[in-house]
């Protein structure tokens, strides 16, 4: 065998041990994700680097803070806490807000104090915490995963003035991205290089006027109706907020029931059902759906349907 093809074979032999060992070395190109590359990405995926805010999907959780662990069966829309979420692959959070200190009670089956602001589902009998643990959570995937875009909604009845200040009181204030209501949004890329990978809305009937960081809910985004009982009534036919000029769809994809069923979700949030409503509404609106929100994240692994959505388009 001459020298030249043991040398050939050799680095033959050098360049297949190098991919398996070591992708991630300068001696051996990436493969993608798959094969634990580090390859630069937004939200999950490198193809959304370039995609503007209001161009990509965000799996969104429905009272992202009511988990069966921390919440009666009654109530919870959840399986697994806030950081279970997101680390499942959830980029938007879904919470109600509540002010208890005008309620004599109310707090009073919350850890806290009357003052405090405090997240719930319908009664805090079922369950109750407070805000600040809430954006805990978030903040400290938020500083763990620069890569990552979060999209926020909050309903209830606290005051714009006092989220606000529980943002900034976690030092989260200067992680909220601002958008001018008439400019086009950012792409993913520029958030994250700007570090600003918060967007909150808010809807509580007050003006967010004065804190440009919190964003009208329904000037910005419209919605299908949530109220349905069963899959058998989903529609794509815009409901709440700015049907002409809002620049943001979010697709309610969950049962309202008396109490909040598993079992319904196993069966809506299978790619099966939930892909081709979502590519339906897409259609019907002309608009992908940003924000699709629903019950039990980790039922039926939801996260495929926005998956295909975001690679694959309509």
Not at 44 to 65: D, G, I, Q, W
Request: aromatic share 10%; glycine share 6%; hydrophobic share 35%.
């Amino acid at each position: 065998m001459s020298y030249r093809v043991v040398f050939i074979l050799l680095v033959s032999v050098c360049i297949i041990q190098c991919k398996k060992e070591d992708r991630n070395t300068e001696e051996c190109p990436s493969g993608g994700n798959s094969s634990g590359a580090i390859t630069d990405t937004c939200n999950l995926h490198p193809e959304l680097c370039a995609k503007r805010f209001n161009e990509v999907s965000y799996l969104m959780t429905h009272n992202a803070h009511a988990d069966l662990a921390d919440f009666s069966s009654l109530a919870a829309n959840q399986d697994g806490d806030i950081t279970e979420q997101l680390n499942a692959g959830v980029r938007g959070i879904g919470l109600k807000v509540y002010n208890t200190s005008g309620s004599t009670t109310g707090w009073l089956f919350c850890s806290g104090a009357p003052d405090n602001l405090y997240v719930y589902h319908g009664d805090p009998t079922l369950g109750c915490e407070t805000f600040e643990s809430v954006l805990n959570e978030i903040k400290a995937f938020y500083l763990a995963h620069p890569k990552e875009v979060i999209p926020i909604t909050i309903e209830g009845d606290a005051p714009p003035g006092e989220v606000m200040a529980a943002f900034a009181a976690e030092g989260m204030d200067e992680f909220m991205h601002e958008q001018d209501f008439s400019s086009p949004w950012p792409t993913l890329q520029s958030m994250i290089d700007a570090n600003k990978r918060l967007v909150v809305f808010m809807d509580d009937g007050a003006s967010t006027d004065p804190y440009p960081k919190i964003h009208d809910m329904y000037n910005f985004i419209y919605d299908t109706d949530y109220d349905h009982q069963n899959p058998s009534t989903f529609d794509c036919e815009k409901f709440r907020g700015n049907h002409t000029g809002g620049t943001l769809f979010t697709l309610n994809h969950f049962i309202t029931d008396i109490t909040p069923q598993q079992d319904d979700a196993a069966i809506i949030n299978d790619v099966s059902f939930l892909l081709p409503r979502a590519r339906s509404c897409w259609a019907y609106n002309n608009h992908i759906p940003n924000f699709v929100m629903i019950d039990f994240f980790n039922t039926s692994d939801p996260l495929r349907s926005i998956d295909s959505l975001n690679l694959n388009g309509l």
